[in-house]
C-alpha cells in the first residue's frame, strides 16, 4: 500500500515537472503593430458626442435626383391644356368646390378652366409616385421657404413656384443656363448680388437664392399688383407679359391674355395652380409623402478656415461626398475656397458640427497636412542666393532628364445600358480614342463584349553626370574655374571690408595688390571643407557677382580702374553680366 502511494506521488511530481517546463518554453507571440496612417492617427484623437443617424443612402440619392426635373420640364414643354384627360376619380364638379374653396383662403385668382382641370387630372394620372416624392423633399426645404416668404410679406403659396421650377433640385441646371432651386439666370442673379465665379455659385444656396427670389417676386409684384402676373413674368419675363398685355387689348388678367404668351408661360400658371392643388389634396387622392429623415433646421453652419474639399471632409467626418454635394450645393467643384475677405462656410447636420468644432484643430493639421503633398514649384523652398558659403573640392553632379513614356492597357467588359459616353467619362479617356483603339466605326456595342482602355503616363527618368572637382563661393550658384597652375599649398584669400568671397589674392600681379595671409581657416556653412591649391590663373580672375559694377569692381581692388578693367577683358561699355569672369592685371 505504501508503494503504490509513493509511486503516485511520484508520477505526479513528475507529471507536474513536465507541465511547468512545457509551460517554460512555451512563446507569446506578441501581435503585429498595426501602422496607422496620419488620417487615421488625427481621427483616433477626436472627441466624439453622442451622433445621430447620419441621412439614408437610398434618402441622398432622391435628393438629388434629376429625373423630377427633368419630367417636370418635359411636362411644361409638352402638356398642353387644351387636351381633355379621362381621370374618373375626379369629377368637374368636386374639382370645382374644392377650387373655390382654396380662392377663398388664397391671394391669387384660382378660378375653374378646363385647361386647369386637364393638367391636374393629366398630373394626378401620370405623375402620382413623382408627386409623393416631390412631398418628401420639400418637407426639407418648404421650413426655410416660409421663413423667407413670410419675411417679405410675399404668399406662402409661392413655395410651390420652386417644384415648378426646378423640382426641388439645388443643382438644376436648364438648357439656357438658368440655375438651383428657383432657376436663376446669370444676369437675373447678379442683380440680386448671387456671386457666380470658378468656385462658386450661389444661384445653388438654397438659402441664399430664396431671399433673392423673394425680392425679385416683390419688385415684380410692385410692377403688375397681380400674383398671377408676377407668374406668368417670372417665367417669361416681364417684357413678353407686357407684350401680351398690349397685344389683347384692355385684358391685363392672366387667363385672358394667356393665348399671346410664350407657349411653355401658357402653360406655367395652370402647372402653378395644379401643384398647388395637389398638395393641399393629397389625402384625398391616397398620395403620401415619405418622412424627410432630416430637415433644414438638423443642420449649421461652420466657417472654414482653410481650402478644403469634400474628399478630405468626408474622410475626417465620415460624411458621405453626396450628402455634402446636397447640404453645400453652392460649391461647383466639391471644393471650399478660403478667402480671409469673405468668408465660406459648410453646412452639416448638428451632430457632425458639434464634431467638426470640438476638433477644429487636428482637423486643419490634417488639411495642412495634405497640403503639403501637393506638387510645388521647383524653385521653391531652394536657399537663398544671397546665402554664401565656401565650399571646396567638391564634385558636382549635373541632373539631366529624359521622359519615357508608359503605356498601360487595360479590358473593360461592357455591361447592359452601357454606352460609349459612359464609359469614356468613367476612364477619363475620349470616345474617339475608345473607336480607336477598339476599331469601333459607329457608336454601338454589345453586352459583353470587351473594350481595351489605354492609359498612357510620362515619367522622366533622372540621368547624373559627374563633373570636374571646383571651387564654388555662394551655397546656391557656383562658379566653376578653370584648371590651372598651383601657386600655394596652404593659401587663400582672406575676407576683408575691401573685398569680396572671391577677392583675387592676386600673388603676382601687375598692380600694386598684395597678397593676403588667412588668419583662420575659411568655414563652410554645414562642414569643413577640405582645401586645396588656389592656381595662378584662378588667382587673377574675378567673378561677377549680382550687383556688381566695374566701378564697384574696381574699388575692390586698389590699383585698378574702370578703365585697366575694361582694357584687360576688351570690354567696350560698362555692361557686365554676374557669373562672369574678370581679369585683375595685364598678361
Same mark, same amino acid.
Given at each position: 500500500?505504501?508503494? +503504490?502511494?509513493?509511486?503516485?506521488?511520484?508520477?505526479?511530481?513528475?507529471?507536474?515537472?513536465?507541465?511547468?517546463?512545457?509551460?517554460?518554453?512555451?512563446?507569446?507571440?506578441?501581435?503585429?503593430?498595426?501602422?496607422?496612417?496620419?488620417?487615421?492617427?488625427?481621427?483616433?484623437?477626436?472627441?466624439?458626442?453622442?451622433?445621430?443617424?447620419?441621412?439614408?443612402?437610398?434618402?441622398?440619392?432622391?435628393?438629388?435626383?434629376?429625373?423630377?426635373?427633368?419630367?417636370?420640364?418635359?411636362?411644361?414643354?409638352?402638356?398642353?391644356?387644351?387636351?381633355?384627360?379621362?381621370?374618373? /376619380?375626379?369629377?368637374?364638379?368636386?374639382?370645382?368646390?374644392?377650387?373655390?374653396?382654396?380662392?377663398?383662403?388664397?391671394?391669387?385668382?384660382?378660378?375653374?378652366?378646363?385647361?386647369?382641370?386637364?393638367?391636374?387630372?393629366?398630373?394626378?394620372?401620370?405623375?402620382?409616385?413623382?408627386?409623393?416624392?416631390?412631398?418628401?423633399?420639400?418637407?426639407?426645404?418648404?421650413?426655410?421657404?416660409?421663413?423667407?416668404?413670410?419675411?417679405?410679406?410675399?404668399?406662402?403659396?409661392?413655395?410651390?413656384?420652386?417644384?415648378?421650377?426646378?423640382?426641388?433640385?439645388?443643382?438644376?441646371?436648364?438648357?439656357?443656363?438658368?440655375?438651383?432651386?428657383?432657376?436663376?439666370?446669370?444676369?437675373?442673379?447678379?442683380?440680386?448680388?448671387?456671386?457666380?465665379?470658378?468656385?462658386?455659385?450661389?444661384?445653388?444656396?438654397? $438659402?441664399?437664392?430664396?431671399?433673392?427670389?423673394?425680392?425679385?417676386?416683390?419688385?415684380?409684384?410692385?410692377?403688375?399688383?397681380?400674383?398671377?402676373?408676377?407668374?406668368?413674368?417670372?417665367?417669361?419675363?416681364?417684357?413678353?407679359?407686357?407684350?401680351?398685355?398690349?397685344?389683347?387689348?384692355?385684358?391685363?388678367?392672366?387667363?385672358?391674355?394667356?393665348?399671346?404668351?410664350?407657349?411653355?408661360?401658357?402653360?406655367?400658371?395652370?402647372?402653378?395652380?395644379?401643384?398647388?392643388?395637389?398638395?393641399?389634396? #393629397?389625402?384625398?387622392?391616397?398620395?403620401?409623402?415619405?418622412?424627410?429623415?432630416?430637415?433644414?433646421?438638423?443642420?449649421?453652419?461652420?466657417?472654414?478656415?482653410? /481650402?478644403?474639399?469634400?474628399?478630405?471632409?468626408?474622410?475626417?467626418?465620415?460624411?458621405?461626398?453626396?450628402?455634402?454635394?446636397?447640404?453645400?450645393?453652392?460649391?461647383?467643384?466639391?471644393?471650399?475656397?478660403?478667402?480671409?475677405?469673405?468668408?465660406?462656410?459648410?453646412?452639416?447636420?448638428?451632430?457632425?458640427?458639434?464634431?467638426?468644432?470640438?476638433?477644429?484643430?487636428?482637423?486643419?493639421?490634417?488639411?495642412?497636412?495634405?497640403?503639403?503633398?501637393?506638387?510645388?514649384?521647383?524653385?521653391?523652398?531652394?536657399?537663398?542666393?544671397?546665402?554664401?558659403?565656401?565650399?571646396?573640392?567638391?564634385?558636382?553632379?549635373?541632373?539631366?532628364?529624359?521622359?519615357?513614356?508608359?503605356?498601360?492597357?487595360?479590358?473593360?467588359?461592357?455591361?447592359?445600358?452601357?454606352?460609349?459616353?459612359?464609359?469614356?467619362?468613367?476612364?477619363?479617356?475620349?470616345?474617339?480614342?475608345?473607336?480607336?483603339?477598339?476599331?469601333?466605326?459607329?457608336?454601338?456595342?454589345?453586352?459583353?463584349?470587351?473594350?481595351?482602355?489605354?492609359?498612357?503616363?510620362?515619367?522622366?527618368?533622372?540621368?547624373?553626370?559627374?563633373?570636374?572637382?571646383?571651387?564654388?563661393?555662394?551655397?546656391?550658384?557656383?562658379? +566653376?574655374?578653370?584648371?590651372?597652375?598651383?601657386?600655394?599649398?596652404?593659401?587663400?584669400?582672406?575676407?576683408?571690408?575691401?573685398?569680396?568671397?572671391?577677392?583675387?589674392?592676386?600673388?603676382?600681379?601687375?598692380?600694386?595688390?598684395?597678397?593676403?595671409?588667412?588668419?583662420?581657416? #575659411?568655414?563652410?556653412?554645414?562642414?569643413?571643407?577640405?582645401?586645396?591649391?588656389?592656381?595662378?590663373?584662378?588667382?587673377? $580672375?574675378?567673378?561677377?557677382?549680382?550687383?556688381?559694377?566695374?566701378?564697384?569692381?574696381?574699388?575692390?581692388?586698389?590699383?585698378?580702374?574702370?578703365?585697366?578693367?575694361?582694357?584687360?577683358?576688351?570690354?567696350?561699355?560698362?555692361?557686365?553680366?554676374?557669373?562672369?569672369?574678370? +581679369?585683375?592685371?595685364?598678361?
Amino acid at each position: 500500500m505504501r508503494k +503504490k502511494t509513493t509511486l503516485s506521488l511520484m508520477f505526479a511530481l513528475f507529471s507536474a515537472g513536465l507541465f511547468a517546463q512545457e509551460t517554460a518554453h512555451t512563446e507569446i507571440t506578441p501581435r503585429p503593430e498595426i501602422k496607422l496612417s496620419f488620417l487615421d492617427s488625427v481621427k483616433a484623437s477626436f472627441v466624439r458626442n453622442h451622433e445621430m443617424a447620419c441621412i439614408d443612402s437610398l434618402w441622398m440619392g432622391e435628393l438629388a435626383n434629376e429625373d423630377l426635373f427633368k419630367d417636370m420640364q418635359y411636362d411644361l414643354k409638352n402638356i398642353n391644356p387644351d387636351v381633355d384627360v379621362e381621370y374618373k /376619380q375626379l369629377s368637374t364638379e368636386l374639382l370645382k368646390s374644392r377650387l373655390a374653396k382654396m380662392d377663398d383662403r388664397s391671394p391669387f385668382n384660382i378660378e375653374y378652366s378646363k385647361g386647369l382641370e386637364n393638367i391636374i387630372k393629366s398630373y394626378l394620372k401620370n405623375r402620382p409616385k413623382s408627386y409623393e416624392r416631390l412631398m418628401a423633399i420639400s418637407e426639407y426645404y418648404f421650413p426655410m421657404f416660409e421663413e423667407y416668404l413670410a419675411k417679405y410679406n410675399v404668399p406662402l403659396e409661392l413655395k410651390y413656384l420652386a417644384i415648378v421650377e426646378s423640382a426641388l433640385n439645388p443643382r438644376a441646371k436648364s438648357p439656357v443656363g438658368a440655375t438651383g432651386l428657383w432657376q436663376f439666370m446669370y444676369p437675373t442673379g447678379k442683380q440680386f448680388n448671387l456671386e457666380v465665379n470658378s468656385y462658386v455659385d450661389e444661384r445653388c444656396d438654397p $438659402l441664399k437664392a430664396t431671399e433673392a427670389a423673394c425680392q425679385y417676386l416683390l419688385s415684380l409684384y410692385n410692377i403688375f399688383g397681380d400674383w398671377d402676373l408676377v407668374l406668368a413674368s417670372y417665367n417669361a419675363g416681364p417684357g413678353n407679359v407686357t407684350k401680351a398685355i398690349r397685344r389683347s387689348g384692355d385684358y391685363k388678367s392672366y387667363w385672358n391674355i394667356r393665348r399671346n404668351l410664350p407657349k411653355e408661360t401658357q402653360a406655367y400658371n395652370p402647372a402653378f395652380l395644379a401643384t398647388m392643388y395637389i398638395y393641399e389634396h #393629397a389625402k384625398e387622392h391616397g398620395l403620401q409623402g415619405k418622412k424627410a429623415p432630416l430637415t433644414y433646421f438638423e443642420t449649421d453652419t461652420v466657417m472654414v478656415k482653410r /481650402q478644403m474639399s469634400f474628399k478630405q471632409i468626408a474622410s475626417l467626418l465620415d460624411v458621405p461626398v453626396k450628402q455634402l454635394q446636397f447640404l453645400n450645393p453652392i460649391y461647383k467643384l466639391d471644393v471650399i475656397p478660403f478667402n480671409a475677405q469673405k468668408p465660406h462656410y459648410l453646412r452639416l447636420p448638428k451632430d457632425k458640427i458639434g464634431l467638426f468644432a470640438s476638433n477644429e484643430s487636428a482637423i486643419y493639421a490634417y488639411i495642412d497636412h495634405e497640403a503639403t503633398k501637393r506638387e510645388r514649384p521647383y524653385w521653391i523652398g531652394r536657399p537663398d542666393k544671397d546665402s554664401t558659403a565656401i565650399v571646396r573640392n567638391t564634385t558636382r553632379h549635373k541632373s539631366k532628364y529624359q521622359k519615357k513614356t508608359n503605356v498601360i492597357t487595360k479590358t473593360y467588359i461592357v455591361k447592359s445600358g452601357d454606352n460609349l459616353g459612359e464609359i469614356a467619362e468613367k476612364y477619363n479617356v475620349s470616345i474617339a480614342d475608345l473607336r480607336k483603339w477598339n476599331h469601333i466605326k459607329g457608336a454601338n456595342i454589345r453586352s459583353g463584349q470587351k473594350l481595351k482602355i489605354q492609359k498612357t503616363t510620362v515619367t522622366k527618368e533622372r540621368i547624373i553626370a559627374e563633373e570636374q572637382p571646383e571651387t564654388a563661393i555662394a551655397a546656391v550658384d557656383t562658379t +566653376k574655374q578653370s584648371k590651372g597652375k598651383s601657386v600655394g599649398s596652404s593659401k587663400s584669400a582672406n575676407k576683408s571690408d575691401n573685398q569680396p568671397d572671391n577677392a583675387v589674392a592676386a600673388a603676382d600681379c601687375d598692380t600694386n595688390t598684395s597678397p593676403v595671409k588667412e588668419d583662420k581657416p #575659411a568655414v563652410a556653412a554645414s562642414a569643413q571643407p577640405r582645401r586645396r591649391d588656389t592656381t595662378y590663373e584662378e588667382a587673377r $580672375l574675378y567673378v561677377v557677382q549680382k550687383g556688381d559694377s566695374l566701378f564697384s569692381i574696381a574699388k575692390k581692388h586698389p590699383g585698378v580702374t574702370v578703365e585697366n578693367l575694361k582694357t584687360w577683358n576688351e570690354i567696350k561699355d560698362e555692361s557686365i553680366q554676374p557669373g562672369m569672369k574678370l +581679369k585683375i592685371g595685364d598678361n
